[in-house]
C-alpha cells in the first residue's frame, strides 16, 4: 500500500474522461456496453497511471491518443468515423485474442487467424492508401486515419510500422491474394467512400475505389450504395459534431479562455467531418454566445445520447466542485431539453463509470 498523490489522482481523472469521450463518440449505439468493454480492457492502464505511467492525452497529444484508442476500441466498438473500421466490425483484428475452443487453452489467436488479419487487413490498408493519395499527398490528417487503422488490426509494432510506411499503390495494382469474403469486401468499399468523403470527395479518388471494387467484385448497385451511405454518415456525423460542441461550449462559456475553447475545439476535432470543421470551429473563441434553438431535428435519439453524454464528460472533466457542478447540471439540462431528451440516464451513466473506474484504481493505495 503506498501513498495516494492528488495530482496523480486527478490526472487519471481525466484520462478516464478522455477515455469515454471517444468512446461516445464511436458513434455506436450499445453506449453502457461500449464502457464497460473499455473499463474492462483499460483496467491496469488506470492503476499504472497512479504509478507514474504516462499515456496518451486528447489535448497534448491528439494523434497519439487518437491512434492508442482505436486500437483499445477496435474489439469493442471500432469508431465508426474512421474510415475501413467495418473492416474491423468484421472480427478483423487480433487484439480480439483467441475465440472458440481455443480461449479456453489461450489467449493468443490462432495462426490461421493471424494471416487472415495480415491479408485482408493489408488490402484494406493499402486501399484507403490508394484513395487518400488519388488527390495527391497524404497529408498529416490522412496519415492519421491510416495509422488508426493500422493500429486497429492489433498486429505487432513492427509489421504495422511495414505496413504503415509502404508507398502507395496503383489501386489498378491492389489484389486480394485468395478470396475475400462478401462482407469484408463491401466494407473495404464503404470505408474506402467514406475515407473520400471525409473532405471533399474527389474524381480521382471515385476512379481509385472502382479499381478495387472491380477487383473484389463488387457490383455497380453496391458500388453505389457505398458513396450514398458515405454521403448520408458524413451529413449525419456533422449534426453530432456540432450538437457536442455548442453545448459543450453552452455549459463552459465561463471558461474561456481555457477549457471553455480547448475542449470544444478538441471534441469538434474529433467528431466533426473534416469538410465541415473550419465553419463550427471557427465560433470558437469569438466570444459570441451560444443560444440554445432547437437545431438538432436530423439527429437520432442515440446520436442525442452520446451527444450529451460527452457534454457531461466535458462538464467532468475539471473535476468540479459539487456547487460547481450544479451550475453545470443546470446547463446541462437546458441543453438536453433543447434536444428533447432526458438526458439524466446518461449522465449518470458517465458519472457513474468516471467516479467508479477512479475509485477502483485508487483503492490499492489508501
Same mark, same amino acid.
Given at each position: 500500500?503506498? &501513498?495516494?498523490?492528488?495530482?496523480?489522482?486527478?490526472?487519471?481523472?481525466?484520462?478516464?474522461?478522455?477515455?469515454?469521450?471517444?468512446?461516445?463518440?464511436?458513434?455506436?449505439?450499445?453506449?453502457?456496453?461500449?464502457?464497460?468493454?473499455?473499463?474492462?480492457?483499460?483496467?491496469?492502464?488506470? &492503476?499504472?497511471?497512479?504509478? /507514474?505511467?504516462?499515456?496518451?492525452?486528447?489535448?497534448?497529444?491528439?494523434?497519439?491518443?487518437?491512434?492508442?484508442?482505436?486500437?483499445? +476500441?477496435?474489439?469493442?466498438?471500432?469508431?465508426?468515423?474512421?474510415?475501413?473500421?467495418?473492416?474491423?466490425?468484421?472480427?478483423?483484428?487480433?487484439?480480439?485474442?483467441?475465440?472458440?475452443?481455443?480461449?479456453?487453452?489461450?489467449?493468443?489467436?490462432?495462426?490461421?487467424?493471424?494471416?487472415?488479419?495480415?491479408? +485482408?487487413?493489408?488490402?484494406?490498408?493499402?486501399?484507403?492508401?490508394?484513395?487518400?493519395?488519388?488527390?495527391?499527398?497524404?497529408?498529416?490528417?490522412?496519415?492519421?486515419?491510416?495509422?488508426?487503422?493500422?493500429?486497429?488490426? %492489433?498486429?505487432?509494432?513492427?509489421?504495422?510500422?511495414?505496413?504503415?510506411?509502404?508507398?502507395?499503390?496503383?489501386?489498378?495494382?491492389?489484389?486480394?491474394?485468395?478470396?475475400?469474403?462478401?462482407?469484408?469486401?463491401?466494407?473495404?468499399?464503404?470505408?474506402?467512400?467514406?475515407?473520400?468523403?471525409?473532405?471533399?470527395?474527389?474524381?480521382?479518388?471515385?476512379?481509385?475505389?472502382?479499381?478495387? &471494387?472491380?477487383?473484389?467484385?463488387?457490383?455497380?448497385?453496391?458500388?453505389?450504395?457505398?458513396?450514398?451511405?458515405?454521403?448520408?454518415?458524413?451529413?449525419?456525423?456533422?449534426?453530432? %459534431?456540432?450538437?457536442?460542441?455548442?453545448?459543450?461550449?453552452?455549459?463552459?462559456?465561463?471558461?474561456?479562455?481555457?477549457?471553455?475553447?480547448?475542449?470544444?475545439?478538441?471534441?469538434?476535432?474529433?467528431?466533426?467531418?473534416?469538410?465541415?470543421?473550419?465553419?463550427?470551429?471557427?465560433?470558437?473563441?469569438? %466570444? &459570441?454566445?451560444?443560444?440554445?434553438?432547437?437545431?438538432?431535428?436530423?439527429?437520432?435519439?442515440?446520436?442525442?445520447?452520446?451527444?450529451? /453524454?460527452?457534454?457531461?464528460?466535458?462538464?467532468?472533466?475539471?473535476?468540479?466542485?459539487?456547487?460547481?457542478?450544479?451550475?453545470?447540471?443546470?446547463?446541462?439540462?437546458?441543453?438536453?431539453?433543447?434536444?428533447?431528451?432526458?438526458?439524466?440516464?446518461?449522465?449518470?451513466?458517465?458519472?457513474?463509470?468516471?467516479?467508479?473506474?477512479? +475509485?477502483?484504481?485508487?483503492?490499492?493505495?489508501?
Amino acid at each position: 500500500m503506498g &501513498a495516494l498523490d492528488p495530482a496523480e489522482t486527478f490526472r487519471l481523472h481525466q484520462i478516464v474522461t478522455e477515455d469515454a469521450v471517444f468512446a461516445l463518440g464511436a458513434g455506436r449505439e450499445d453506449v453502457a456496453g461500449t464502457l464497460e468493454g473499455l473499463s474492462k480492457r483499460r483496467t491496469e492502464a488506470y &492503476a499504472a497511471v497512479l504509478s /507514474g505511467a504516462q499515456l496518451p492525452r486528447m489535448l497534448e497529444q491528439y494523434d497519439a491518443w487518437v491512434t492508442a484508442s482505436a486500437r483499445l +476500441l477496435a474489439p469493442i466498438a471500432p469508431p465508426s468515423w474512421l474510415p475501413m473500421m467495418g473492416v474491423v466490425a468484421e472480427k478483423m483484428t487480433l487484439e480480439i485474442g483467441a475465440r472458440g475452443l481455443r480461449s479456453l487453452f489461450s489467449s493468443k489467436p490462432s495462426d490461421k487467424d493471424v494471416q487472415r488479419v495480415k491479408r +485482408l487487413g493489408a488490402l484494406a490498408a493499402r486501399t484507403l492508401r490508394a484513395v487518400l493519395a488519388a488527390d495527391g499527398h497524404l497529408d498529416a490528417e490522412e496519415l492519421l486515419m491510416l495509422g488508426a487503422f493500422i493500429a486497429a488490426l %492489433g498486429l505487432d509494432d513492427a509489421e504495422a510500422q511495414v505496413l504503415f510506411h509502404e508507398t502507395p499503390m496503383d489501386p489498378n495494382g491492389i489484389e486480394p491474394y485468395g478470396d475475400v469474403e462478401s462482407p469484408i469486401a463491401r466494407a473495404i468499399i464503404r470505408g474506402a467512400w467514406l475515407a473520400a468523403a471525409w473532405d471533399i470527395l474527389d474524381p480521382r479518388e471515385e476512379v481509385a475505389i472502382r479499381a478495387v &471494387a472491380s477487383k473484389l467484385g463488387i457490383d455497380a448497385q453496391e458500388f453505389e450504395q457505398g458513396r450514398g451511405a458515405a454521403q448520408r454518415y458524413v451529413d449525419t456525423r456533422r449534426l453530432v %459534431g456540432i450538437g457536442a460542441v455548442e453545448g459543450v461550449r453552452y455549459l463552459l462559456s465561463d471558461r474561456e479562455p481555457g477549457l471553455g475553447i480547448s475542449l470544444p475545439a478538441a471534441i469538434g476535432r474529433l467528431l466533426l467531418p473534416r469538410r465541415y470543421r473550419d465553419e463550427v470551429l471557427a465560433h470558437i473563441g469569438h %466570444g &459570441a454566445k451560444i443560444v440554445l434553438a432547437k437545431r438538432h431535428a436530423g439527429m437520432s435519439g442515440e446520436d442525442k445520447v452520446a451527444v450529451l /453524454g460527452i457534454v457531461w464528460l466535458a462538464a467532468l472533466f475539471e473535476d468540479p466542485s459539487q456547487s460547481r457542478k450544479a451550475t453545470l447540471r443546470a446547463r446541462y439540462e437546458l441543453v438536453a431539453d433543447d434536444m428533447g431528451v432526458d438526458g439524466s440516464k446518461v449522465r449518470s451513466l458517465v458519472e457513474e463509470f468516471v467516479t467508479d473506474r477512479v +475509485l477502483f484504481a485508487a483503492k490499492p493505495f489508501c
